[in-house]
């Protein structure tokens, strides 16, 4: 199992990414996915999740109407796409993969990719 992120960058206030996580060695469509950011000296803290039918979607309530996830199965690649970014979040970003349901829950996801930085600054 590969989980391999990309699209991090140093980003001013108000502006927008799009992070990807591309999946491969596991069957794609059976597995959750979710988002996980860390900051520096703060706990990983789930930010959203898509599950395998993409219509089971949670966010956290620091990202609500910001960030969309959406995931392509055909690509193996679920997108994080961040708007509005501010300083706060500021953080390395994880994808990760479970079976079954959603949850915010890192110890609950079998699977991570490497992480990549994400930096919002003036």
């Known amino acids: 199992v590969q989980l391999v992120e990309s699209g991090g960058a140093l980003v001013q206030p108000g502006g927008s990414l799009r992070l990807s996580c591309l999946a491969s060695g596991f069957t794609f469509d059976d597995y959750v996915i979710g988002w996980f950011r860390q900051a520096p000296g703060k706990e990983r803290e789930g930010v959203s999740c898509i599950s395998t039918s993409g219509l089971g979607i949670n966010y956290a309530d620091s990202v609500k109407g910001r960030f969309t996830i959406s995931r392509d199965d055909a690509k193996n690649t679920i997108y994080l796409q961040m708007n509005s970014l501010s300083p706060e979040d500021t953080a390395v970003y994880y994808c990760?993969?479970?079976?079954?349901?959603?949850?915010?829950?890192?110890?609950?996801?079998?699977?991570w990719g490497q992480g990549i930085q994400v930096t919002v600054s003036s």
């Open positions: 990760a993969a479970k079976r079954y349901s959603c949850t915010g829950l890192a110890l609950l996801y079998t699977s």
